[in-house]
């Protein structure tokens, strides 16, 4: 594990599951505070068109990037990264947008934070 040291301890992972770069380090959510179950702050990355694109446009990129994410060599990559690639159809994707404004919106407004 290259990136890690003697020095420092995971203590948990943000994500709703363990992580296999990490096996042994629980969620957050594992943790039996009660005020944690269900602790979720996930990292995600995505591609997206402009609006408007066909849809034929869409599906074409979409089915060209679930491959390249399906691919050993990718694959291989992700891991060593921490990441789990989750192709999925644009649809499914949109729908999880939607809910991490709704999840995010009410700390961006408490904090106040404004795009530069």
């Not at 402009?50 to 990037?65: D, R, S, W």
Request: charged residues 15%; negative net charge.
């Amino acid at each position: 594990m290259g990136y890690f040291s003697s020095l420092l301890r995971a203590l948990a992972v943000s994500s709703p599951q363990r992580i296999g770069l990490l096996p042994d380090v629980p969620t957050v959510a594992e943790s039996g505070l009660p005020e944690l179950a269900g602790f979720e702050a996930d990292q995600w990355y995505g591609i997206v068109a402009p609006a408007g694109t066909p849809a034929a446009i869409v599906q074409k990129l979409n089915a060209q990037i679930n491959a390249s994410l399906r691919s050993a060599e990718i694959l291989q990559r992700l891991n060593t990264e921490g990441a789990v690639p989750t192709p999925q159809p644009p649809e499914v994707f949109g729908e999880l947008i939607a809910r991490e404004i709704i999840r995010w919106k009410p700390v961006v407004q408490q904090a106040q934070l404004k795009p530069d």
